[in-house]
């Protein structure tokens, strides 16, 4: 079994998805979020491509949360923050969700045969789920508009140390993502902090979301896409 | 001023080359090959994008390189080694080359205001030349057929770390290549004997040339495009 590194949404038409398993990546917050809610109670996440088909959604009951540039978008009730996703009452709920990274890439993975999400926040169970699966890996790095990003490529490597006895790792991507992993791990939060993303989100005021979404494994479940849902 | 790097032609897009100085780097092994050819003689390298290119242009008094794959084409005079610039008689010729990535990044590079060649052959005199021209760097690595490879992105980290105090280094590309020509620096042919890239090299039965691509600033020039040709 093979385990392989996509660095940004730019990079996938080199690789080859079908009859693997990808996991989605956008550290700060999609993916991050997305944990956070399913442990608020979410029942599933709706990705959607634009805001306005979250509003439609909401017509029929939806949540919505939409994020675009790092902020939340006015007249939605969610926006990309983990801590959107921890104060509000969210039990039983079904959300429409557009970020500006990280729901796209959802959508560009399609040919894969299965997708699920990874965070820190789950990383173990991430890990867990891609030995017991027996099939080849994918870490898909939303980046930051189809540019690398640290954060992202970080999670890559720390999902590929704890997989490199049961996995190949012949990409150059993945070599890369586990030194830098290695560099960082001992203040993840601190490396991640001097990255552009990060930088950009200090101008935001929402440095907090960067120390929530470092946490490691508080989470013991993997969302997955079955049909066009997010669910656990 | 500010120093960026493209991890890989495929993230070209993303980025401005206008007013800036573009240096493309392909370690393994065009841009090596090329500051080696210089070294023993060669008046002008002429960039071509096909095989046939560099034919026509045999008849008026080139000599052709032609390299596939990292393999040297049947019915040229060189390839792509760095041996082959050193064990051919190179004074005063001029050579029409045509690789598979390096070449095609020098095309691909057109808007800038500059374009050199960097490889680690040349590093400090690079370094030094990206300083008195007082203008924003963009390191491009030419990857692996749009992929990310980790010798191009060292040699961006090298060049970066010899920058980092007169350039604004905020891009995460950059960042992460610093961190990576850090932890690979003490032992830089052993590193990237670890990589895909060179994993092929081992089939293909070429390890010198990896050792020889990775001695550190041998030559002190700076090779240019001006109008369709690289010079001193």
Not at 45 to 60: G, R, S
Not at 151 to 173: N, P, R, V
Request: net charge negative; proline share 3%; hydrophobic share 40%.
């Amino acid at each position: 079994m093979y385990f392989e590194t996509i660095l940004s949404p730019a990079l996938l038409p080199q690789y080859n998805l079908s009859r693997k398993t990808v996991i989605v990546i956008d550290i700060l917050r999609a993916t991050s979020s997305i944990c956070v809610g399913f442990n608020s109670g979410v029942s599933l996440f709706h990705p959607v491509a634009n805001p306005e088909d979250a509003l439609v959604l909401e017509q029929v009951g939806f949540i919505t949360a939409a994020e675009r540039n790092g902020q939340k978008l006015q007249g939605f009730t969610l926006g990309n923050s983990p801590f959107d996703y921890l104060n509000t009452d969210l039990n039983q709920k079904k959300v429409a969700i557009t970020t500006t990274n990280g729901t796209r890439c959802l959508h560009l993975s399609r040919e894969a045969d299965e997708i699920i999400i990874g965070s820190f926040l789950n990383l173990n169970a991430v890990a867990k789920y891609c030995k017991e699966k027996n099939r080849d890996v994918i870490a898909f790095c939303a980046g930051w508009k189809d540019k690398f990003n640290l954060e992202d490529t970080l999670f890559a490597g720390a999902l590929a140390q704890l997989l490199s006895k049961d996995f190949k790792i012949e990409c150059d991507s993945t070599l890369a993502a586990m030194d830098l992993f290695d560099k960082a791990k001992s203040d993840l939060s601190g490396y991640i902090k001097k990255a552009s993303h990060a930088q950009r989100f200090e101008r935001l005021g929402i440095e907090k979301d960067i120390d929530f979404c470092m946490q490691l494994s508080i989470y013991d479940f993997v969302p997955k896409m079955v049909g066009e849902n997010l669910v656990l």
